[in-house]
């Protein structure tokens, strides 16, 4: 009975924008997401074209100015064979920005049609793959992954399988809530009424209206993924040498720091906190705009 | 009950006008309205959703939204100017003078605080504690007619029942012995036999308090049987005022003449002819309007009603706003009430249930929910479910449609066919014979999809259409719900509820039904988009000779289009027959009581039969006749052992009951002689 919210019966002065534009425009006042994407937005710069303006070839050494601190010369200072650290942490965006998004998107695919799967037939098949997913969740990703590398040899590829597969019972169990609450809606019953398969039903009748929570789901689980793959090269698991990578960088440098030599870790530390609390401040915004 | 006591009002709102801000622009939903209600008295205010009759109950406690603001006028409460208090007045005023009991009791109530405490803190607000407040809140129980106070106090307010709620919410706003008390749909979610009840409350309850009463309905008979004068509101104006019965009987605003004659009144049927309905729609909040609001759906309306607005005219203690005050009854339809009786072929029956059970375990416990069904239906007809939420009239319509799977035994036939009762094992032909109206169309239109796609797939998948002939089908179908090609390409959120449940229909008779299963289709509508909804299916019906199966809890409604009715209570069948039988009696009890229970407009109800108590619960129902311990015309023991067979009083009308046919007929003429 509320008058605020009533629709116009004429479709001819209704809202100008869909609910998908709404949500952009309320994407666009949100100032947690555009500080995040701004921040998010810099790094793919640098991980695009940043061996354009970064000032030396990150790969390349200088014996003789090993382990210089800060200067006019070298803004970031150099690392134990004299590479220029500020060029490597802006190219070090790469690999991170390559590896995770990816792990994300395969974490999104597979948990939501895990989501879907369970949520929609519940019963026997939601207790059979439910119970398994719990299991694999009560894994640690670290051991995973040095099962993975065992297994398959280091490279992208495992990280991406080894981070997506982690983080899709968790997208997965996400989707299954939102989709037990849809399929009690009434045009669930009206597509099986039609002799819809399920198929149809799971991906053309319900998915559209679960987008939502499987995007902000989406964007944390991202600030994750970059966190765990800088968690996996440091240990050695992950992106492999020579690349600038930050994880990695880090893991090649760490013992310095007793040295006073901060400089070849600290920059890139804070890159990877800047680029998760970026994505972080994003997901914020995503959330807000779609739970208006 | 006229105002004479001019400064004495206990409301006055002069000249008021609120607005919203939305998407940056103030649009007013109150328009200059004044109105005021005596000491004492109670004022109905009514109208369509959307014109602003919540707005009026939250703005005279300014509990006005964020994006509300008043634009003008002013508030007196008690001759106290709300406007002008400050925080802590206001907040003083609202818990010494005002009370407010909306819709939802279910919302109202703190669902992780026991009852007797949200009743106590009240009274500590008020100085109050211990011992004493506890007294108070008993006393207040005591006071809504709740039985066992001390046990309710103990309760958490989800282990109470709708009406249970709504009582509780009443003794709250009741508590501090309130000078003004605002009921915004005080009954809209609660069955006809509860809804009762608690008008019942309201009205005795006006006669041992002081309070002034603001009543907001929808509900015409409701406000007509609680109000002293009604406001009609439309479009955030009044257009009309005065007292109840003057206004109902003789109304003289085109609006109010037209909301009358949407309603199924004195037993109207489909086929003595149609509803009449407003064409056109409400305008929208903030909508530009130059002239009488109403101009545009008024047949009545001329250059001069666009374009002056109308003012209040005084006809001798009552109000129109209306150029054409005079004949605003000689308003002409909007819909011709002709209608060509269809003729009824005594053809075999479409659908034929026998022995139907289904029960569901419930912690434990067998719940039935349906027991031991039996009907059938013919082409062309309508069969009418009728009874209180709970008895099974849902789960009924779902085991038809195979959604749920009845008990082994039972049988459901399609024109001759046994139908498999799971949904997946039965035909595509089997499955495009029946299909479904929800209640509610935001459920049951898929909000992603634009209407061209909800029919089209519709069109695609039961009538096996393609390419230009899904194309052609599409747009007959469209038009002969009354659409039009602009409404194809939107999604269901940007249509209005009446326009949604089209597209519902639409849907359903996209494959040529033989049966369509209607699940309250209106109930979420606004009574002139409820006319126009039943007069689109009883035309379609008469056009398509295709069968309803028709739940509602509105009698009114469920006479109008049903040819046969069954009484359900407890998941049984207490009576079946056609229509106009079941409805004149002689009757079950049980639907004696629920006829008796609907508010009616004309105010020509005699002794009313009141339900005690609330449905028992399908775990545990009652030995013998499931109905002996509400129904008020319990014989004896015998009510008590064994439960009454569904015998045949009549050819064609059965009723579930040990008084004989006979002895029913003497008792109910008794009761309808008998002086008020």
């Given at each position: 009975m509320s008058?605020?919210?009533?629709?116009?019966?004429?479709?001819?002065?209704?809202?100008?924008?869909?609910?998908?534009?709404?949500?952009?425009?309320?994407?666009?006042?949100?100032?947690?997401?555009?500080?995040?994407?701004?921040?998010?937005?810099?790094?793919?710069?640098?991980?695009?074209?940043?061996?354009?303006?970064?000032?030396?070839?990150?790969?390349?050494?200088?014996?003789?100015?090993?382990?210089?601190?800060?200067?006019?010369?070298?803004?970031?200072?150099?690392?134990?064979?004299?590479?220029?650290?500020?060029?490597?942490?802006?190219?070090?965006?790469?690999?991170?920005?390559?590896?995770?998004?990816?792990?994300?998107?395969?974490?999104?695919?597979?948990?939501?049609?895990?989501?879907?799967?369970?949520?929609?037939?519940?019963?026997?098949?939601?207790?059979?793959?439910?119970?398994?997913?719990?299991?694999?969740?009560?894994?640690?990703?670290?051991?995973?992954?040095?099962?993975?590398?065992?297994?398959?040899?280091?490279?992208?590829?495992?990280?991406?399988?080894?981070?997506?597969?982690?983080?899709?019972?968790?997208?997965?169990?996400?989707?299954?809530?939102?989709?037990?609450?849809?399929?009690?809606?009434?045009?669930?019953?009206?597509?099986?009424?039609?002799?819809?398969?399920?198929?149809?039903?799971?991906?053309?009748?319900?998915?559209?209206?679960?987008?939502?929570?499987?995007?902000?789901?989406?964007?944390?689980?991202?600030?994750?993924?970059?966190?765990?793959?800088?968690?996996?090269?440091?240990?050695?698991?992950?992106?492999?040498?020579?690349?600038?990578?930050?994880?990695?960088?880090?893991?090649?440098?760490?013992?310095?720091?007793?040295?006073?030599?901060?400089?070849?870790?600290?920059?890139?530390?804070?890159?990877?906190?800047?680029?998760?609390?970026?994505?972080?401040?994003?997901?914020?915004?995503?959330?807000?705009?779609?739970?208006? | 009950m006229?105002n004479s006591a001019k400064a004495g009002n206990a409301l006055e709102l002069t000249d008021l006008?609120v607005?919203?801000?939305?998407?940056?622009?103030?649009?007013?939903?109150l328009?200059?309205l004044s109105l005021s209600i005596g000491q004492g008295e109670a004022y109905g205010l009514?109208?369509?959703?959307?014109?602003g009759k919540s707005t009026v109950a939250l703005t005279v406690v300014r509990y006005l939204p964020r994006?509300g603001s008043i634009?003008?006028g002013a508030i007196s409460l008690d001759g106290q100017n709300v406007m002008k208090l400050d925080a802590e007045a206001l907040r003083r005023a609202r818990a010494e003078s005002v009370s407010m009991v909306y819709q939802d009791p279910g919302k109202a109530l703190n669902p992780s605080i026991r009852v007797g405490r949200q009743l106590t803190e009240i009274f500590e607000l008020g100085g109050i504690s211990g011992q004493a407040a506890t007294d108070r809140a008993i006393a207040m129980l005591n006071r809504v007619r709740i039985?066992?106070p001390v046990?309710v106090m103990?309760?958490?307010p989800?282990?109470l029942?709708?009406?249970m709620q709504q009582r509780v919410a009443i003794a709250m706003a009741l508590a501090n012995d309130p000078s003004m008390l605002i009921l915004d749909e005080p009954t809209?979610?609660?069955?006809?036999?509860?809804?009762?009840?608690v008008l019942d409350l309201i009205a005795q309850l006006r006669q041992e308090l002081s309070a002034s009463i603001l009543f907001i309905s929808?509900?015409?008979?409701?406000v007509?049987?609680m109000c002293d004068r009604?406001g009609?509101?439309?479009?955030?104006?009044?257009?009309?005022?005065?007292?109840?019965?003057?206004?109902?009987?003789?109304?003289?605003?085109?609006?109010?003449?037209?909301?009358?004659?949407?309603?199924?009144?004195?037993?109207?049927?489909?086929?003595?002819?149609?509803?009449?309905?407003?064409?056109?729609?409400?305008?929208?909040?903030?909508?530009?309007?130059?002239?009488?609001?109403?101009?545009?759906?008024?047949?009545?309306?001329?250059?001069?009603?666009?374009?002056?607005?109308?003012?209040?005219?005084?006809?001798?203690?009552?109000?129109?706003?209306?150029?054409?005050?005079?004949?605003?009854?000689?308003?002409?339809?909007?819909?011709?009430?002709?209608?060509?009786?269809?003729?009824?072929?005594?053809?075999?029956?479409?659908?034929?249930?026998?022995?139907?059970?289904?029960?569901?375990?419930?912690?434990?416990?067998?719940?039935?929910?349906?027991?031991?069904?039996?009907?059938?239906?013919?082409?062309?007809?309508?069969?009418?479910?009728?009874?209180?939420?709970?008895?099974?009239?849902?789960?009924?319509?779902?085991?038809?449609?195979?959604?749920?799977?009845?008990?082994?035994?039972?049988?459901?036939?399609?024109?001759?066919?046994?139908?498999?009762?799971?949904?997946?094992?039965?035909?595509?032909?089997?499955?495009?014979?029946?299909?479904?109206?929800?209640?509610?169309?935001?459920?049951?239109?898929?909000?992603?999809?634009?209407?061209?796609?909800?029919?089209?797939?519709?069109?695609?998948?039961?009538?096996?259409?393609?390419?230009?002939?899904?194309?052609?089908?599409?747009?007959?179908?469209?038009?002969?719900?009354?659409?039009?090609?602009?409404?194809?390409?939107?999604?269901?959120?940007?249509?209005?509820?009446?326009?949604?449940?089209?597209?519902?229909?639409?849907?359903?008779?996209?494959?040529?039904?033989?049966?369509?299963?209607?699940?309250?289709?209106?109930?979420?509508?606004?009574?002139?988009?409820?006319?126009?909804?039943?007069?689109?299916?009883?035309?379609?019906?008469?056009?398509?000779?295709?069968?309803?199966?028709?739940?509602?809890?509105?009698?009114?409604?469920?006479?109008?289009?049903?040819?046969?009715?069954?009484?359900?209570?407890?998941?049984?069948?207490?009576?079946?027959?056609?229509?106009?039988?079941?409805?004149?009696?002689?009757?079950?009890?049980?639907?004696?009581?629920?006829?008796?229970?609907?508010?009616?407009?004309?105010?020509?109800?005699?002794?009313?039969?009141?339900?005690?108590?609330?449905?028992?619960?399908?775990?545990?129902?009652?030995?013998?006749?499931?109905?002996?311990?509400?129904?008020?015309?319990?014989?004896?023991?015998?009510?008590?052992?064994?439960?009454?067979?569904?015998?045949?009083?009549?050819?064609?009308?059965?009723?579930?009951?040990?008084?004989?046919?006979?002895?029913?007929?003497?008792?109910?003429?008794?009761?309808?002689?008998?002086?008020?």
């Open positions: 008058a605020v919210q009533t629709t116009s019966p004429n479709p001819g002065d209704m809202r100008r924008h869909g609910p998908l534009a709404e949500v952009f425009y309320s994407l666009l006042r949100s100032r947690t997401f555009l500080v995040g994407f701004a921040i998010v937005l810099f790094w793919v710069a640098c991980a695009l074209f940043g061996e354009h303006f970064a000032p030396y070839d990150p790969l390349a050494d200088d014996i003789i100015n090993a382990l210089a601190p800060p200067s006019s010369e070298h803004w970031f200072g150099t690392d134990q064979i004299g590479r220029d650290v500020f060029s490597r942490v802006i190219v070090g965006s790469r690999d991170i920005l390559t590896v995770a998004p990816l792990a994300t998107l395969l974490a999104t695919v597979a948990g939501t049609a895990l989501g879907l799967l369970t949520g929609y037939f519940r019963g026997l098949v939601d207790d059979v793959v439910s119970r398994i997913l719990e299991a694999f969740m009560a894994i640690p990703v670290v051991i995973v992954a040095l099962l993975a590398i065992v297994a398959l040899g280091t490279s992208k590829t495992t990280v991406i399988v080894v981070i997506g597969l982690s983080f899709a019972p968790i997208i997965a169990r996400t989707v299954r809530s939102a989709v037990l609450a849809e399929r009690e809606l009434d045009y669930v019953a009206a597509a099986q009424l039609r002799h819809e398969s399920a198929l149809h039903t799971m991906f053309v009748e319900i998915l559209p209206n679960v987008i939502p929570p499987i995007l902000v789901e989406t964007t944390v689980r991202l600030g994750y993924a970059i966190f765990a793959v800088a968690t996996l090269s440091f240990m050695g698991f992950g992106i492999q040498p020579p690349s600038p990578d930050w994880g990695l960088s880090i893991s090649n440098n760490y013992g310095m720091i007793g040295g006073g030599f901060w400089w070849t870790v600290l920059f890139d530390a804070l890159a990877i906190a800047s680029l998760v609390i970026g994505v972080n401040l994003a997901a914020d915004g995503v959330h807000g705009a779609l739970n208006d | 006229t006008s607005a919203y801000r939305v998407a940056g622009r103030n649009r007013a939903v328009r200059n009514v109208g369509e959703s959307g014109c994006n634009t003008g039985s066992d046990s103990q309760r958490y989800h282990q029942s709708g009406g809209t979610g609660l069955d006809a036999t509860v809804e009762a009840e929808h509900n015409l008979a409701v007509s049987n009604v009609v509101l439309y479009a955030g104006m009044l257009v009309e005022e005065g007292p109840t019965e003057v206004v109902f009987n003789d109304p003289r605003h085109p609006y109010t003449v037209a909301l009358l004659r949407c309603l199924p009144r004195g037993g109207q049927r489909k086929d003595q002819g149609r509803l009449d309905t407003i064409p056109g729609f409400l305008p929208g909040i903030g909508a530009d309007i130059k002239g009488c609001a109403f101009a545009d759906r008024c047949a009545l309306a001329d250059n001069r009603c666009r374009n002056e607005l109308p003012p209040l005219y005084d006809l001798g203690g009552r109000l129109s706003r209306c150029f054409h005050h005079d004949k605003a009854q000689a308003l002409p339809r909007a819909t011709p009430s002709d209608v060509a009786p269809a003729p009824k072929a005594a053809a075999a029956p479409v659908l034929r249930v026998a022995g139907l059970n289904k029960t569901y375990a419930s912690h434990g416990h067998a719940l039935r929910a349906v027991k031991d069904v039996s009907l059938d239906l013919r082409p062309g007809e309508t069969l009418g479910l009728v009874g209180e939420s709970g008895s099974g009239k849902t789960t009924f319509a779902r085991l038809l449609l195979g959604l749920v799977p009845p008990d082994d035994g039972g049988t459901i036939e399609l024109e001759g066919k046994a139908l498999a009762p799971r949904l997946e094992n039965r035909s595509d032909d089997q499955i495009k014979a029946m299909q479904i109206v929800f209640q509610n169309p935001d459920s049951a239109l898929n909000r992603s999809h634009s209407i061209r796609h909800l029919i089209g797939r519709a069109l695609k998948r039961l009538a096996g259409l393609s390419g230009k002939a899904l194309e052609a089908r599409l747009n007959d179908l469209v038009r002969s719900v009354r659409l039009t090609d602009r409404h194809l390409a939107v999604k269901p959120r940007q249509l209005s509820g009446g326009l949604k449940q089209r597209v519902a229909i639409a849907r359903a008779f996209a494959g040529d039904p033989r049966i369509v299963v209607c699940d309250e289709p209106t109930s979420a509508l606004d009574v002139s988009v409820q006319a126009a909804i039943l007069n689109l299916l009883a035309d379609l019906q008469s056009k398509e000779d295709v069968s309803y199966i028709f739940i509602s809890h509105d009698l009114a409604v469920v006479r109008y289009l049903s040819d046969k009715i069954a009484v359900l209570y407890l998941g049984r069948i207490m009576e079946l027959g056609p229509s106009e039988d079941v409805f004149s009696g002689p009757h079950h009890p049980y639907t004696e009581a629920l006829l008796s229970a609907v508010p009616k407009l004309d105010q020509t109800e005699t002794a009313r039969i009141r339900l005690d108590g609330e449905i028992p619960s399908a775990t545990n129902p009652p030995s013998g006749c499931v109905f002996h311990t509400r129904c008020p015309r319990k014989i004896g023991p015998i009510c008590e052992q064994q439960e009454p067979p569904l015998s045949e009083a009549q050819p064609g009308h059965s009723i579930r009951c040990h008084i004989p046919y006979a002895e029913l007929a003497r008792l109910q003429r008794a009761v309808a002689t008998e002086p008020a």
